[in-house]
């Protein structure tokens, strides 16, 4: 079956076009500028941008990835393809090294099934001074053994680990990490400038969530968010919903790390979707006022526990607040999470041969469509 979508604005790599594009079997196989050559779906001057990547994603719509259960994951990935997002991961949180396997396995099945692009261990391997929204009874000291048998649950789906580069044993675990294909991302982290220059060294590739849950910026002492942004090999994870980070320091970052290091993530929790209320995230307990969600009891009350975010408003809020061009923001929200997933020849970017994942916005970004593999999950 083929599908032309004409009278668009083509957001590409290299610029922002009228034109119009051809998809044929799932996969993007022509664009072209100016008038199709044939009968098309017309957008009416509406923007196509690249289906969203999100690579740290903790549920939505009421359900929650720690749950490990098909149907609240199934959810998940509907509302936030709903919102743009064509290729999702599923970030766990910390929890007993036996529910860590059992969620695990369930959503292994949902990577099989083509519903998820992977599984993300945030956590236990992480700092008790920088938990944020985990339990720090069940953090752990990172164990290459055991990181073993929580690999083998996830039968070659586990894609991110999420690790504090100072504590025991994490560089040996970074570099198991990264020899089984997974990647390395430091966060929740202790570390100082040295240690964390040192987890990089040993392969890790990703900072969760910069500035979130480490160590501030200071002149004399820069600690994490210093030398992830400085080093070429780190892309940066930014949760771009106005409450976890200032604009300002966006800006700041986005101007060290650029487009090609910079990647919009959700890190959404169970409300994304639905809105106030109490909710779990993993064994702990969530209240969401106001769309900002806050552990709501124990040491860690009044922590920040994810967002309420979805991947289209991270990309309408990075041309508004952060000033990004729409190739710009169609990068850090699409292409460079595609790359640190080792996709990007597949997905990412709109371009000849590369499966049809792309959302259609308004003048005003909202959502108008969303395609996935060349099928509607929204018609415009
Ligand atoms: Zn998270």
Not at 22 to 49: C, F, K, M, N, W
């Amino acid at each position: 079956m083929t599908i032309t979508l004409a009278d668009a604005r083509v957001v590409t790599p290299e610029g922002v076009h009228d034109g119009w594009l051809t998809i044929e079997d799932g996969r993007i196989t022509h664009i072209g500028q100016g008038g199709a050559p044939g009968p098309g779906h017309s957008l009416g001057g509406r923007y196509v941008v690249p289906g969203f990547v999100d690579i740290h994603n903790h549920g939505g719509a009421g359900g929650s990835f720690p749950s490990g259960d098909p149907d609240q994951a199934s959810r998940i990935a509907a509302l936030h393809a709903e919102h743009g997002t064509t290729t999702l991961i599923a970030s766990l949180v910390t929890a007993t090294l036996d529910d860590i396997a059992r969620a695990t396995a369930a959503l292994a099945d949902l990577c099989e099934e083509g519903l998820l692009a992977g599984i993300h261990f945030e956590g236990p391997y992480i700092s008790k001074a920088r938990c944020g929204a985990h339990d720090p009874a069940l953090l752990r000291e990172p164990s290459v053994r055991e990181f073993r048998e929580l690999l083998a649950a996830g039968r070659g789906h586990v894609r991110m680990l999420t690790i504090a580069a100072e504590l025991p044993g994490a560089t040996d675990t970074i570099r198991e990490a990264v020899a089984n294909g997974v990647i390395a991302a430091l966060g929740h982290s202790d570390a100082d400038y040295a240690q964390t220059i040192a987890g990089i060294e040993a392969g890790a590739a990703v900072a969760t969530h910069l500035f979130n849950a480490m160590p501030q910026l200071g002149h004399r002492e820069p600690g994490p968010i210093a030398a992830l942004l400085e080093d070429e090999r780190v892309t940066v994870e930014l949760v771009n919903d106005g409450v976890h980070v200032h604009p300002a320091m966006l800006r700041l970052a986005y101007r060290a790390a650029g487009a090609s290091r910079t990647a919009l993530i959700t890190d959404a929790m169970a409300a994304a979707g639905v809105g106030d209320g109490s909710y779990g995230l993993g064994p702990l307990k969530v209240e969401v006022v106001d769309g900002v969600a806050r552990l709501a009891g124990g040491p860690g009350a009044g922590s920040i526990a994810g967002s309420t975010l979805t991947m289209d408003v991270a990309f309408r809020r990075a041309v508004r607040e952060l000033g990004l061009s729409l190739p710009e923001a169609a990068e850090a929200a699409s292409l460079t999470p595609a790359r640190v997933l080792g996709l990007a020849d597949r997905i990412g970017s709109l371009s000849v041969g590369k499966q049809a994942d792309l959302v259609v916005l308004t003048d005003g970004l909202e959502v108008a469509g969303v395609m996935r593999r060349g099928s509607w999950i929204t018609e415009p």
